[in-house]
C-alpha cells in the first residue's frame, strides 16, 4: 500500500490472496493507524473487486478507482515500490543466508520510507512526519578500522561475501548472453563449472533466474553436433542431462569447489512442488511413497517423498483423485 501524495508504504505479508484477507490487511495496516483514505486506487484484481471491499467501502467512507487492467503504467507508484521491494527481499535473502523471506519485510519498509524521492528530495518519512525521525545506522554505529577489528569470522563473512559478488557478476554476464542469442548455437561449453537455465520459469518469485554453479559432467554429441550437458548438483550430488541451450559457462576465478557448494546452499532456490507423479508401496495411503516432481527443476531431480511431506498439499488431494479416476476407467473396462 502507497501513499500517493507522500509516497509513504506500507507492507502486509498474506497467506492467500482471499478478499477476506486483503480487506483485513488493509483495515489492520492501514485504516487504523493513519485513518480512513479518500480514495483507494487498485488494479482491479479479484481480491479487491468483491462485495466485501464494496460493503467495507460504504461502511466506513472511501470510493474505490481501478486502473485499466494489463495496464501496470496506470498504477506506476505502486509497481515501483513492488519492483524495489522484490530487489531488497532478494538481496537480503542472501545476505543473511535464509529464505524466511518474511522476516525482511520490516527492513524493506523501512528502507522505501527512508529513501530521498527525487521530485520532492525528502524522505516519506519526513513528509509524513514533518521532521526526519529516524537516525540511519551509519550515523550511529562507528566501524574501526577493519585491520584492527577484523576476526577469522568477520574474515570468512568477507570472502563469502566477495564470492558472492563474483557469482552476482557471472549470473549477469551469462543473463546477458542468453538474452542476446541468436538462431545460430552457441559456442561448446567447456568450463568446468556452469550456471543453467531452468525450464520453465524460477520456482519462487525471489529465486535467481540461473541455477548453479552446476558442475559440467559430460558433453552430448549427434552426429558432430552439440546437443546436451549432463550436469552435477554441487549440493545434492544429483546429475542430470540438460538441453544444449539452456547450459551457460561459469568462471570460477579464485573460488574453490568447497566455497562454491557452500554458498550454493544459500542462493538455492526453494522446493516447491510441482506435480506427484507415481506412488510406491502398499496399504493406506499414510503408508506409502510419492514422486515428486519439483518447480524449477529437472525431472531426473524428482524424489520419493513419506505422505507426511505431502499431508495437506493440494497437488497430493489432485494425484489422489486422478488416480481414483483412472481406477473407475479401468473398472468400466473390465480390467
Request: hydrophobic residues 40%.
Amino acid at each position: 500500500m502507497v501513499d500517493m501524495s507522500s509516497r509513504w508504504v506500507e507492507l502486509a505479508p498474506l497467506m492467500t490472496l482471499s478478499a477476506a484477507e486483503a480487506a483485513r490487511a488493509f483495515v489492520n495496516t492501514w485504516v487504523l493507524r493513519f485513518g480512513v483514505p479518500k480514495t483507494l486506487q487498485s488494479d482491479g484484481g479479484t481480491q479487491f473487486r468483491n462485495s466485501i471491499f464494496s460493503g467495507l467501502a460504504d461502511r466506513i467512507g472511501f470510493v474505490t478507482h481501478y486502473t485499466t487492467p494489463y495496464h501496470p503504467q496506470s498504477n506506476g507508484i505502486v509497481e515501483r515500490a513492488n519492483s524495489l521491494v522484490e530487489r531488497i527481499l532478494r538481496a537480503r535473502r542472501y545476505h543473511i543466508a535464509s529464505n524466511e523471506w518474511i522476516d525482511s519485510i520490516p527492513i524493506a519498509q523501512w528502507l522505501l520510507n527512508n529513501t530521498a524521492r527525487v521530485p520532492t528530495r525528502l524522505t516519506p518519512a519526513e513528509i509524513v512526519y514533518g521532521f526526519s525521525p529516524v537516525r540511519c545506522p551509519e550515523e550511529v554505529v562507528f566501524i574501526p578500522s577493519a585491520t584492527d577489528v577484523i576476526s577469522e569470522g568477520q574474515e570468512t563473512w568477507l570472502a563469502d561475501a566477495a564470492a558472492c559478488r563474483h557469482i552476482a557478476a557471472e549470473r549477469i554476464k551469462a543473463s546477458v548472453l542468453f538474452s542476446q542469442s541468436g538462431p545460430d548455437p552457441r559456442p561448446e561449453v567447456t568450463s568446468p563449472l556452469v550456471l543453467v537455465v531452468y525450464p520453465e520459469r524460477p520456482p519462487d518469485k525471489l529465486a535467481a533466474g540461473l541455477r548453479g554453479p552446476m558442475r559440467r559432467v559430460e558433453n552430448h554429441h549427434q552426429h558432430s553436433r552439440l546437443v546436451a550437458y549432463t550436469v552435477e548438483d554441487m549440493v545434492t550430488g544429483v546429475r542430470s542431462r540438460v538441453d544444449a541451450s539452456r547450459v551457460l559457462p561459469f568462471e570460477a576465478g579464485n573460488l574453490t569447489d568447497e566455497a562454491i557448494a557452500r554458498l550454493s546452499t544459500v542462493i538455492a532456490a526453494d522446493y516447491i512442488s510441482e506435480r506427484i507423479v507415481e506412488c510406491s508401496g502398499d496399504g493406506d495411503v499414510e503408508d506409502m511413497t510419492y514422486l515428486v516432481e519439483w518447480r524449477g527443476y529437472e525431472q531426473e531431480e524428482a524424489t520419493w517423498e513419506p505422505f507426511v511431506n505431502l499431508d495437506g498439499n493440494n497437488l497430493f488431494q489432485d494425484f489422489l483423485d486422478a488416480r481414483e479416476e483412472r481406477r473407475k476407467k479401468f473398472m468400466m473396462l473390465g480390467f
